[in-house]
C-alpha cells in the first residue's frame, strides 16, 4: 500500500519494545521501508546499526536465519560503500 511514513512510525515504535533476535528483523522491515522511500542515507544508518546489534548479540543469538540476516545486512552495507 505504500504507506511508508506509517511502517516507519510502527518499525519505530516496534524497535523501542522488541528484543534479541526479533529486534533484528524489525531493523530489517525499517531498511526496506526507507530503501522503497528513497531515503538512501537513513537506510545506511538503520543497516549500520542493525549490524552493530547483530554484533552485540550473544553467540548463541547470531545463528541460523539470525546470522545470515544479520550477514545479509553487512553485505549491503559493504556494496555500497
Do not use: I, N
Not at 42 to 56: N, P
Amino acid at each position: 500500500m505504500e504507506r511508508w511514513p506509517d511502517a516507519l512510525a510502527a518499525a519505530d515504535r516496534a524497535l523501542g519494545l522488541a528484543y534479541g533476535p526479533r529486534k533484528l528483523r524489525v531493523f530489517d522491515l525499517k531498511a526496506q521501508a526507507l530503501s522503497r522511500q528513497g531515503d538512501a542515507a537513513a537506510w545506511k544508518e538503520t543497516l549500520r546499526a542493525a549490524v552493530a546489534y547483530a554484533d552485540a548479540l550473544p553467540a548463541g543469538q547470531r545463528q541460523g536465519s539470525v546470522g545470515r540476516l544479520a550477514e545479509r545486512m553487512r553485505a549491503q552495507l559493504a556494496e555500497e560503500q
